[in-house]
């Protein structure tokens, strides 16, 4: 089965970076969107970052200009270099996937990896 794997979350201060990234694996045919979204406490999901297969890419207006989206179509992961992070980041940040299995196409996601940006 298809799993997608996160790492690279943790603790940063105001102004820090960090990467995540996020590999997929299992049977997998071909990934045409890779992505993160994120959700704070009492917030709603919102689409942090999103790249297609041929490297397009789209972002909240929230992060454009800090964070930068890539992608490695052989080794099937994604990453999201975050550049000056500001408190209100803070979040769990969870890898998603479209992903044709070879039966069909749907969105997978991975467990989450929290990201804590202190001021």
């Known amino acids: 089965q298809v799993q997608l794997v996160e790492s690279g979350g943790g603790l940063v201060q105001s102004g820090g970076s960090l990467r995540l990234s996020c590999a997929a694996s299992?049977?997998?045919?071909?990934?045409?969107?890779m992505g993160w979204y994120r959700q704070a406490p009492g917030k709603q999901r919102e689409l942090v970052a999103r790249?297609?297969?041929?490297?397009?890419?789209n972002y909240a207006d929230s992060v454009k200009g800090r964070f930068t989206i890539s992608r490695d179509n052989v080794k099937n992961t994604v990453s999201l270099q975050m550049n000056s992070l500001k408190p209100e980041d803070t979040a769990d940040y969870c890898c998603?996937?479209?992903?044709?299995?070879?039966?069909?196409?749907?969105?997978?996601w991975g467990q989450g990896t929290q990201v804590t940006v202190s001021s």
């Open positions: 998603y996937a479209y992903i044709d299995n070879g039966h069909y196409s749907q969105d997978y």
């Open positions: 299992g049977n997998i045919v071909s990934i045409g969107f």
């Open positions: 790249i297609n297969i041929s490297g397009r890419t």
